[in-house]
């Protein structure tokens, strides 16, 4: 896929911040704080990056995109909707009795989604059994994962690690969306994940560290990943919990919290959206 300049992904990304708030408020539930960290990170593959095909959701050889931290979910969908998958409007039933939409991704349900997520972790090791499966069937198409840094506190993340460096799964890229919050506060208090970037190139793994908001240096990483043989790569991205929206930004209490009515609307202002 040829690459644009920033702005053009820059101008998607509010975009998708915009339905998130959107989606989130008109469910009265949702998690946008972890949502609109990732939004950056989630463009970059989806517009600038992965061998993808909205009408053709199963084509073979294509790129696979998994976010682990399932719970994210509505940046994943509004990415889907802007990118041709279904109508965004669509979303806009997001857990809503009935709805295919629902708090977490179903495979089943929403096409493009390559993986049903939620239960922290096991999400990472399908992308894995994912990448092994497309090593052993020679298959052109890479596999994207996405974590939360609060995601490395389980055990599973780390013996998925362990065996994708064993089987040399170069064809695995995984972004750990590091703003340092999760639902219980800070990472650092409540159970420290530091230094990711050096535990998983003790697990085998090449590792950096970037600005997950900036385009050019995603886009460097993922380049440098492909570049690079005989180990998964993972890029840890520095991020801010709800990027974007000034009264969110920083704060582990919009984790898991639609916001209200006046709320959303200051939200949609200043990310540029209308109401």
Known sequence: MKRKNSEYYESIARRIKVDVIKAIYNAGSGHPGGSLSVTDIITALYFGEMNI??????MKDRDRFVL????AVPAQYAALGERGYYAVEDIMTLRKLGSDFQGHGNMH?????????????QGFS?????ALAGKMDKSPGRVYVV????????GIVWEAAM???????DNLTAFVDWNGLQIDGENDKVMTVRPIDEKFRAFGWNAMVIDGHDFDEIFKAIDEAKANEGKPTVIVCKTHKGKGVSFMEDQAGWHGK???EEQAKKAVAELGGEW
């Open 53 to 58: 095909d909205p009408h053709r959701p199963q």
């Open 126 to 130: 399908a992308s894995v059994g994912m």
């Open 109 to 121: 349900y929403v096409p493009g989604i390559e993986m049903s997520t939620g239960s922290l972790g």
């Open 163 to 169: 065996s994708a460096a064993h089987y040399g799964l």
């Open 258 to 260: 639609a916001p209200d």
């Open 68 to 71: 682990s931290k399932g719970h």
């Open 147 to 154: 974590l939360g840094d609060g995601e490395l506190q389980e």
